[in-house]
């Protein structure tokens, strides 16, 4: 998407306030994680109505682990039925899902529903969606670190020749441009990142909007779009 001579490209978004929601509708808070997957999807479409090419969600920390058993559950088996039920919606819209984060805690239906939908999406290439699942920012970094060291240690790397570049290539978003702009939902009380892609969001700007996750809106996102706009158009001139 540009705007002059600005080009807005990746946007990263922190979807917070799924169980705030539903709290204040009296409902369960699986009902908040249900409504806020339509949202996603809405967000997905407005990329694409803009032609921003680069989406990346927030979608479960490696802190979130932490909650409980049943809403866990929840989100893993709406997450698997959601994935098989919009493939080929994906695919006709021409979105790329990818995932991003540490794998090994996932059951294997999760794996298993993954790797199908990356597989079957991998060519597709108006909006590309990386889902950050058991993911943090810190653990990322690790994770990255302890490949370099293995590659140094293998002969395949000259620990000389390691440039920030090179540590980007060992990061779960290798390959995919730096993030532009960062909306976080749910209200003036999280205005932080939460460890969510720290080396990759080190010069984008930030939007922090009062509304929950589920009630985010196109006019919302419109609204944050146009703060994107008016920050950086004086950026480099």
């Known amino acids: 998407m540009k705007q002059g001579k ?7 978004a922190i979807m ?8 204040a509708k009296v409902l369960e808070p699986h009902r908040g994680h249900d409504k ?4 996603f999807g809405n967000l997905c479409d407005w990329c694409l109505e803009r032609e921003i090419p680069y989406l990346t969600v927030y979608a479960f920390s490696t802190e979130n682990w932490k909650r409980p058993e049943k809403e866990i559950k929840h989100i893993f088996d709406l997450m698997e039925r959601y994935f098989i039920e919009k493939k080929n919606e994906c695919i006709e819209k021409g979105i790329r899902i990818s995932v991003i984060g540490e794998r090994s805690r996932f059951r294997e239906s999760t794996l298993s529903t993954i790797e199908e939908i990356e597989k079957l999406t991998k060519h597709e290439s108006k909006l590309n969606v990386q889902i950050a699942l058991s993911y943090g920012g ?3 970094i690790v994770r990255a670190t302890k490949k370099i060291v293995e590659a140094v240690s293998d002969g395949k790397l000259n620990p000389d020749s390691i440039t920030e570049d090179t540590f980007a290539g060992y990061l779960d978003t290798a390959g995919i441009p730096k993030v532009d702009f960062v909306i976080r939902t749910g209200g003036a009380e999280n205005r932080r990142l939460s460890n969510f892609l720290p080396w990759q969001t080190a010069y984008a700007e930030l939007y922090f909007s009062d509304s929950l996750w589920p009630e985010f809106s196109e006019m919302e996102f419109d609204k944050a779009i146009k703060y994107y706009f008016s920050v950086t158009s004086n950026v480099g001139t």
């Open 6 to 12: 600005k080009e807005l490209r990746h946007i990263g």
């Open 16 to 23: 917070d306030g799924n169980r705030r929601w539903a709290k």
């Open 36 to 39: 806020g997957a339509d949202t």
């Open 138 to 140: 810190r653990d990322e």
